[in-house]
Structures are given as structure tokens and as C-alpha cells.
């Protein structure tokens, strides 16, 4: 017995509780000290049934992931181990899952003969996030005790189901009403009392007569465009196809041999690094955690264009009051209606009943009155990216809060201590930097000025739970974190077409390396127009590289703003779009003009370019101090920016594929583009440290 796992009686019942907070994830110490106790059930003949249940407030989080990369995580038992040895219990073994039971936790539960949930459990094989499968018997048990699409849904998808979800298909035998513990004793006596047998799952077969044809194959077309890149999720779907062909001892031994294919896997690293980055995200160096939060009840958005618009839903889908402040009535009721048009293709989709759509909008109320914020806990400035129109907006909202509402701006790009000094509280105020469209995407940068005070972040990082964010704490600098990982990004992508690559070209480096989206249709959809503005702004820091984007200055001046007037980089016709003849003649033009000699330029240098400059900001940033771990970095630019998750960010990326190999590249192109490299291609001291001591980015 160990101290992670408890042992006790009741009557002829041995009950094994898991208790090892805060997860109680399944480490070498807790499955050594659950065998044991497992054992001495077993071997007491005054026990005559097993409960499997856990304290605290759910019941399993699965493998101690830490331990990936260990041996530990083989040293026996392993989890795949003690899984086989619960299936042949030889007495009525039955798991009472409260809350959650996930990953190794659920195996566990399918190991045993019975299951017992509370109303509130949650049911799930989330390994596929990890870059894994479930490799303790999932694969081969799930399908068995439920069915083949259940499995393969929840097993590629990694999303749980609940308790009735969970009664309905067999996963579990009985939902407890009331206390779980309770109900299970009593589960557990009346199956003594009828002579229950112990079950294996080896006597089950998966029924495979009501598949249809190509069953497998029309599944894996379903989910090509979401797992696009992903190595697990087609491991995930041939180790239950395995289960649907193979013996239960073969198809554990296919899950085994597909479960180790992933584990030691660049995705699979890169996948556990924004699982801890994410956790590791929520604590800010220098401010204590257990700092009492403000409450917020009542938000406030000014300005209900499209990002306070989509701002305002996050907090209506939370059940939190909104008010959306306008200057003008019609800009006001635009808004709404925008906002009342997102949630009506919410509802035609499915995802929303009628009733929740108006739920959500009799939450939102609008208002031309800036009186009719002074009793926001919080409010977030969503207006015009202009320090004067900013600064007219705080030295109002300063007017007319209470003291302790908290004061925020949804800025990308203007200085956070500048817009604080507008008001007589810089300490209520804070950066929340939400990406668009903001309903949407998961990202939260929080942006913490000189003097935010630590109740604000604090209440910042729960409000972005509440709503559902990943949030980032970042400091203050040009474009924060993103933005500024954006810029030498962009660049490189707007210079390699003055130097000869097209377009097409460079946006299909980038897709194939993984990204959602281009850099070039990526400007296209955000607005030529928009990017001009931040450069208009920021002319005395790129002014001295008369190349810097020029070509979308030139569009810009051409009124080709992108898709919203169907030319840009590209020609657009609805949602197609095409190569534009006279986008390259343009290039041609300015490179003509700049005296750049054109050339073919290979997809490695458009790859490195692009990526190599974005890694190298990173480090630039984290040598700041803007970012504090390089998993920040990582969160920012998979959750905003579409870096794919199966690479784990760029700063990641560069530990992957080592840092020597970056900086090498870096001074490759410092040489070898002239004065242009002279200029941009100066590796980060942090780069050139990291390689003197052979560090890497993450610790
Ligand atoms: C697996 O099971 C493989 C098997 O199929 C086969 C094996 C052979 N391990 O998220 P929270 C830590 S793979 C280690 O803030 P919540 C977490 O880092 C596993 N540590 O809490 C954090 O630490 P810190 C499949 C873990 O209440 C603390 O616990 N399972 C694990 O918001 C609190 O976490 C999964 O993928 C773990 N498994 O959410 C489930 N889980 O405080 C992963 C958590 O130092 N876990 N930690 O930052 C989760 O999804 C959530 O943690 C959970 C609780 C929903 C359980």
C-alpha cells in the first residue's frame, strides 16, 4: 500500500480509493500501490466483491504524462499491464467513476467487470491531444463494451461524453441518484446477491454486421480536414479497426505496437509541451496565485464593430450581462444585429437552440450612455487602433466607473502604459487582446502595463477560464507577443516576392509545413487597408528598409485591399481564388525600381526565411522579458495565428529540429542577402547563447 492509493472495508466489500491530487494521475507509485492493494482484495477471503472508486473531486486523469519520456513509464506495472491483470479479476471488480475519468483513468474503468457513474462523470480518451492513442487496452475494450462509432469518435477526437451519453451505449451499467459511494456498495451487494458473474471483455466480439461498407475509410474522409498533418489520429483508427478483426489479446498487442509508433514522436513532444505551456500559462512570475480576484458580474464592451462585437458574445455565451456600447444608434443596432446573425447560424447548424440564441441576446444590452457603465465590474475598449480615440475613451470610462471596476483595452499593437497614464487608476488597467473573430479563436493575450495591479492579472486569467480562453500574460512592446512574432514573419513572406517567389508559392511552403493559412491570403483576409495603417504608424522603425512590405503599400494605393474588395495578392471570386498576373508584373516592377535582383528562389529559403525570423523573434522576445517561457510563445502562435499543434509552436519547432541548425541559417542569409540581410538577419543574443551552452528554449 502506498500512501497515493487507500485501502478499506466495508462488509465483504474491499474498497481501493485513488488518491493522489490533483488528478490522480496513474504514476509508477500509484499504479504499484493500486496492484498491491488489488492483490490483497483478491487474496482476502473475506472480501467478495471490489470497488475501484478515488477521492477528491474526479476520478482519474490518466497517465502521469511527466513520465513520458521515462522509463517509468514501463517499470512495472505499466498501465497496459495492470489493466490485463483487473480483467481477469476472478472477483466482481467494479469501478465508481465520479467526475471525470479519462485517458488511463477510463481504461482502468473498462478493465473492470462493472461500471458505476455519478450524473456529473465525464467519460473520455483525450490521448489523440497528447499525440498519442489510448494505449492501455482503449482501443480494444472501448469498441467491445459500446459500439465501433462510439469508439472511433471519441477516441479520434479525444472529446468526452457524458454519465446518460455513457448509460445509453453500455459504456457504463448504472448512473448512480445520490451519493456515488453509496450507490456503488449497494451496486456491488446486489450483484453478489444475484450471483453476478465476472466479465472479460475477451468473450466480446465487436458486432461489425451493421457496418456498412468502407465504413472505416468514409470515417477517415470525415476527419481529413480537421487532422490534417496528425500522425495519431490514423493510429487511433487502425488500432480499432484492429479490435474489430483481431482477438482481444492480438488487438492489445496492435495497440501496443501503434501505441509506442507514437509516443517517442516530434508530435507527440510537441503536443505534451502545450499541454503543460497551457498550465504552465496561468502562473505569472511574481504575482501569487492565491491573490483574491475581483468578481465580475457585469462587463461592459465599448464599441460594437466586428471585435466587440464577438468580444460581448464570449461573456453572453458564459451567462454573464454584457452591455455594448455605441456612439450612434445605427452602429449600435448594426451590432446586434451582427451579434444576433452569428448566433441564427449557430442555431441553423445545430449548435444552438432558438431558445439559447435568445437566452444569450436578452443578456446583451446596448446602450449610447457611457452613465450606464458605472456599474461594470469590467470593461474592455474595442474601438479604432488610435491612441487619441483610445485616449478619449479611458479619460471617459475614468469618469464614470466605480472605483475597482477594471479598465481594458482589446489594443494589438499601441502602448498599454500610455493608455493607462489616460486615467487616474493605471492600476485597474490591463491589456486583453482578443484575436478575431474573437467568439472563436481561443487566444487571450493579456497584457501587463508597468503598473497593473496583481488582483487585475489575476482576475484577468479567471476571466479568461470563465470564458474559455487560452490566456497568455505578456509585457508591453509593439504587437506584444503575436503581433511582433507577426512582423519579421510578414516580412520575409512580402520580400521573397520582390526577390521572385510568387504568391502561390509562398503561402503553399507554409500550408505544407503546416499552418492554416498563407501569410499573403492571410493578409488578404485581415485587410491590406489594416496593415498599412500599423505601418503608417510604425514608419520610424521600418522607414530605413525602403523594400519593407512595399508591394502592400503599393496595393494599398491600388484600393486592392484583399478579399473584401476581391483583389489583393490574389484575384478572389467568391471563395476561390486565383494567381494575379499583374501582382507578379508589379513585383517585378518594384525589385526593377529597388535595384533587387530577381532569381528562383528554392521552397527550403522561403521556409526558413519565414520561419527561421519568426523563431528568432521569439527569442528576442523572451530575452525581453515580454514573454516568460518559451511555451507562451508557443501557446500565442498556435492558438492565434494557426502554427500547427502537431509542431507545438515555433519555439518548439527550433528545439525539435535544434537551435545550431536555426542560427547557422541566420547567418547563411545575413551573409548572403547583402545589405537586406545586413539589416534584418541579426541572430538573437538569446539564439547565440542558447547554442554556446547547448541549451534549448524550453527548460
Ligand atoms: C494516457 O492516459 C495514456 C494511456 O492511454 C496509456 C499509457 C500507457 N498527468 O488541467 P489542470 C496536472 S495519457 C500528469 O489545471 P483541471 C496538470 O499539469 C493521459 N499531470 O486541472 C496540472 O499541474 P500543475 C490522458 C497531470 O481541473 C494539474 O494536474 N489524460 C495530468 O482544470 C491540474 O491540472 C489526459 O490527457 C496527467 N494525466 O483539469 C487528461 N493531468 O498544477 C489530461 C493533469 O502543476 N488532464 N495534470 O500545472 C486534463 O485534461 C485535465 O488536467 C483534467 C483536470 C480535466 C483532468
Known sequence: MTNTVRYRTRGRIAIIS??????????????????????????????????LTSEGRLFCGGADIAEFGTDLTWRDPALPQLCDELE????????????????????????????ICDASARLGLPEVHLGLLPGAGGTQRLPRLANVGLALDMITSGQPIGATEAASSGLVDRVAEGDLLAAALAFAQELLDSDAPVRSCADLTVDMGQLPERYFNDFRAGIARKTRGYFAPECCIQAIEAACELPLAQGLEKEREL??????????????????????ANRVPGVDPKTPARSIRQVAIVGAGTMGGGIAMNFANAGIPVKLLELKEDALARGLAQIRG???ISAARGRLTERQVQERMTLLQGT????????????????????????????????????????????STLDLDRIASFTRRPGDVI???????????????????????DDVIVTALNVARTIRKVPVVVGVCFGFVGNRMLEPYAREAHRLLLEGATPAQIDRVLTDFGLAMGPLSMYDLAGIDVGFMVRESRRDAIGHDPSYNLIADRLYALGRYGQKTGRGFYIYEGRDKREDPELLA?????????????????????????????????AQILDEGIACRSGDCDLVWVNGYGFPAWRGGPLQYADEIGLEPVLEAIRHYR?????????WFRPSPLLERLVAEGKRFSC
Open 671 to 679: 551573409e548572403s542577402l547583402g545589405s537586406y540581410g545586413e539589416m
Open 368 to 411: 449610447l450612455d457611457y452613465d450606464d457603465l458605472a456599474d461594470a465590474d469590467l470593461v474592455i475598449e474595442a474601438v479604432f487602433e488610435s491612441l487619441e480615440v483610445k485616449r478619449a475613451v479611458f479619460e471617459k470610462l475614468d469618469q464614470v466607473c466605480k472605483p475597482g471596476a477594471i479598465l481594458a483595452s482589446n489594443t
Open 431 to 453: 491589456g486583453l487582446h482578443f484575436f478575431s473573430p474573437a467568439n472563436v479563436m481561443r487566444l487571450l493575450e493579456i497584457v501587463r502595463g508597468r503598473q497593473t495591479a
Open 586 to 618: 508589379l513585383a517585378q516592377t518594384i525589385a526593377g525600381e529597388l535595384g533587387i535582383e530577381r532569381r528562383e528562389i528554392s521552397d527550403r529559403e522561403v521556409l526558413e526565411r519565414c520561419i527561421y525570423m519568426l523563431i528568432n523573434e521569439g
Open 342 to 344: 452569428n448566433y441564427e
Open 259 to 280: 501505441f509506442n509508433a507514437c509516443l517517442d514522436t516530434p508530435q507527440a513532444r510537441a503536443q505534451q509541451h502545450l499541454f503543460f505551456a497551457e498550465r504552465a
Open 88 to 115: 481477469d479479476s476472478g472477483k466482481p471488480l467494479i469501478a465508481a467513476i465520479g467526475g471525470m475519468a479519462l485517458g488511463g483513468g477510463l481504461e482502468l474503468a473498462l478493465a473492470c467487470d462493472y461500471r
Open 18 to 51: 485513488l488518491d493522489n491530487p490533483p488528478v490522480n494521475a496513474l504514476g509508477f507509485q500509484t499504479r504499484a500501490g493500486l496492484r498491491n492493494c488489488y492483490r490483497q482484495a483478491l487474496a482476502d477471503e473475506t472480501v467478495d466483491a471490489i470497488l
